[in-house]
């Protein structure tokens, strides 16, 4: 017995077998649900490398795999992480509606989740990017339902994921020379500028952004969400590994500018996107944005600023939850979700209107909510970077604050129709309060989720 | 051997370039399958043949794979939505001219990257990259974009062969091509299947 085997095969044999029992919607999301639980729970509480008892039997669970001479390796270190994909997981499969939302993102979801931790656990991490784009290749099949034309968006994530792939490889190879020739300046950065181009076609990096607002406007808003919030983690953790593993990193080239230009162009971007958009679907792509901007700062921090990007994902993955179920229930009732389609949302279904506006003012940094806290704790850790980072942080922060007035304008705006109606299964809308009284109260209680992350950090890095 | 690579570089730089510019899907997925016997020929310069074959046979099950689910779509009869007036033809051909000289002045400087490579090779992996993104970037259906990321990753297969010959890494590429071609064909079906939600 191997961690390789516990949660990478075994997962993705199970989320094979989901597909057989598709038609049967209510088993599949509470055996999905259930299945990621248990995953996370082993992930946390198994003895890794050590002997123990269970039952009748003295087990020992190794923490690697050999396949055609490459190593696969769960460590101890690498707990956390499948803890915390393994619980994201669990969290979107738990506040699916079957009724609202395609179900195979259950099987694909799963089957997803597994390649991220197999392009985490490869060694040498560089085959990791193979990897994601099979990961893409799974994604673009679960945001193109059946019954739908597949969208631009989706055709344009797969072209940039299979480029990055093509460049991070190459890159790869070539660092590979420089442990032979060490010492080769022109080598490395070639190679880091390669490597660079490479992670900015899979983390949509300014000039390859225009696939996340061109997805979040034409699919399906519960699989957008879900494909963002867990493709993103799983892109920044595999480029963790690469930072945190490769030893010719970090050692001559200062890597930090080039991370806080993009990340504060990504909050530049994000910001502007939220003042011009009129479409509910294109202010998550702002958010989206800005929060792959706000992730490449904390993570420009290194050790500083990595139970920052822990945090930033956890409460991402709450609200872009909640924001995707308020969405994909709103769906069922209109056409598109431009702000004319959207006008007076909020004064026929205030319960569903209320996760879409707490999922966005959260991610927007809007203060009392789960996000301010973090973003404020982020903020004040640039304050030793250039001026103009600090003020394009806080130029972002306020375009997105003021996107969200539009959003809160949009939704109370008297349509003429002022009944309250009702949509959507009553476990659903308590979930939507539920995660909204949730997000306030991570607001108010900030060190939860802070040491929570500081936990995973711990590990992550070994210390 | 150099006259064969050098045939083989032109057949593949024609090959390509029919691809971009010919609009009935028949004549598409055969040009495809002749670029993969091109691409077979260029890798087995760093490869055993017994190896490079993979190459080739992943390249036909993709183009199969496309092949069955364009002859099997209603509306298949029909050719493919780029209806090419003659300014159209002469702009994708000026363009994949343009690349095709662009590469070809770029492989005395591209030979110090790739140091294992023959010319042949680095200007056929080459010409398939640019020629790849040059569909990509014009085309916006599924067909033609599928058949652009295999000729993107049939040039960068051509490079990295000379780079790097791990079994794993063969099968990987492999499984991704007809992986991509998978995907391809379940795009082109998705809107014919019964919607589920």
Redesign the interface.
Known sequence: MNTPLLWILIPLFISGFFLFI?NHQRILKWTGTIISLNLAALAAFLPINKVFNYLFWELKVSDEML????RFVLSEADRPIVVLLFLLCTFWFFILD???????VIPLGLAGTVLILTAYAVEPIF?GA?FF??LA?IF??LL???????T?G??RF??FQ??GM?FI??AA??ASWIDINTGDQLLLVRSLVILALGFSFLLAIFPFISWIPMITEKNHPFLTGFVLNIYLLGVFIFGLRFITEAGWFGKNINIQQPMQIAGAMMIGFGGSLALVSKHLGRMMAAVIISEIGRSLLAISLFSLGFPLFFALFVVQALALGVWSLSLSHLRQVMSSFSYDSAAGAARQWPIISSGILVGYFTLAGLPLLAGFPLYWALGSNLRSYPLWINAMYILGALELIIGGVRILAALTRNSGEERVLIIGNPFYRSLILAVNVFLVLLGLFPQIVMRAAQSITKIFLGS | MSLFQSLSVTVLFLCAVGILRVKNWRWMTGLLTLQYICVLSLVSISWPVEIAVVKLVAGWMATAVLFLTYANIPESTADTKNELSLPGIFFKGFAALLIGISVYSLVPDALRWFLGATSQQTLGGLLLLGLGLLQLGLSREVIRIIIGVLTVISGFEILYATLEASVLMTGLLAILNIGIAFVGAYLLLTSYLEETS
Do not use: C, D, E, N
Not at chain 1, 67 to 70: A, L, V
Not at chain 1, 144 to 150: E, F, I
């Open positions: 598709m396949i055609f001479g490459r079957p009724k609202t939302v395609p179900i195979q085959y193979l784009a099979f290749l673009v099949v193109s339902p059946p019954g739908q034309v597949p631009q989706v055709l797969l072209i299979i480029l093509l490889l190459f190879w070539l």
